[in-house]
């Protein structure tokens, strides 16, 4: 079973744009949250949800259910941490 938990603020890096302009692209339900980027202006902020499809078709007749697809996407961000 694979146990997805956030990273503990201890271990955040705090990050800065190297030009005025420059874009960040958080991904995951949770970068919606405000607190997040408490320190960046409300109207630098451009916020955009998107589901995946239901099921993952394979081939011919194979689906991946939707609740598979979201245990892949948690394994594959497990493996970054």
């Not at 874009?23 to 980027?37: D, F, Q, R, S």
């Not at 630098?44 to 949800?49: G, L």
Request: aromatic share 4%; hydrophobic share 45%; with cysteine.
């Amino acid at each position: 079973m694979v146990k997805s938990e956030p990273v503990p603020e201890s271990k955040w890096i705090p990050t800065r744009l190297r030009s005025p302009g420059g874009l960040v692209i958080m991904e995951g339900i949770h970068c919606l949250n405000p607190a997040l980027t408490a320190k960046v202006a409300r109207g630098d902020k451009f916020h955009v949800a998107i589901s995946p499809l239901a099921a993952l078709s394979l081939d011919d007749g194979g689906l991946v259910s939707s609740s598979h697809v979201r245990m892949l996407r948690r394994m594959v961000r497990a493996t970054f941490y």
